[in-house]
């Protein structure tokens, strides 16, 4: 828990803000310079920022979020947190479970793949 003193230097707890929302997710990630909005394709990963198509082997996953919907399996998301070798860096959100994209959930496989060799060497 995160502790802060207080005039009278006692340690006053305040609860550690907990990230349960997609918005909230985006809203940190964006405020950390997360600014680039990606999608993917069958060129690859797409800037909108840059206009420009990444390989999974330029990408790297920083972390990754997923949000489950109370009461519609459809509501299930994922967000993304990447950064390219070029320096890019934003989201991709995509749906999570049965609706995920096919495309997406193939490109962001083969970036994890590469990440796992490339800890693993």
Do not use: H, W
Not at 22 to 44: P, S
Not at 83 to 96: F, P, V
């Amino acid at each position: 828990m995160n502790t802060q003193p207080d005039n009278n230097n006692n340690e006053v707890k305040e609860p550690i803000p907990f990230m349960n929302t997609l918005t909230t997710c985006v809203n940190k990630a964006v405020k950390n310079g997360y600014t680039d909005n990606f999608k993917v394709t069958k060129q690859g990963l797409i800037s909108s920022a840059k206009e420009k198509a990444y390989a999974p082997v330029d990408v790297k996953i920083i972390d990754f979020f997923r949000f489950e919907g109370q009461s519609d399996p459809a509501d299930n998301a994922i967000m993304y947190v990447i950064e390219t070798t070029d320096g890019a860096k934003g989201t991709l959100i995509d749906a999570y479970g049965t609706y995920a994209d096919e495309t997406i959930n193939k490109f962001m496989s083969e970036v994890e793949e590469i990440n796992k060799k490339e800890k693993a060497a």
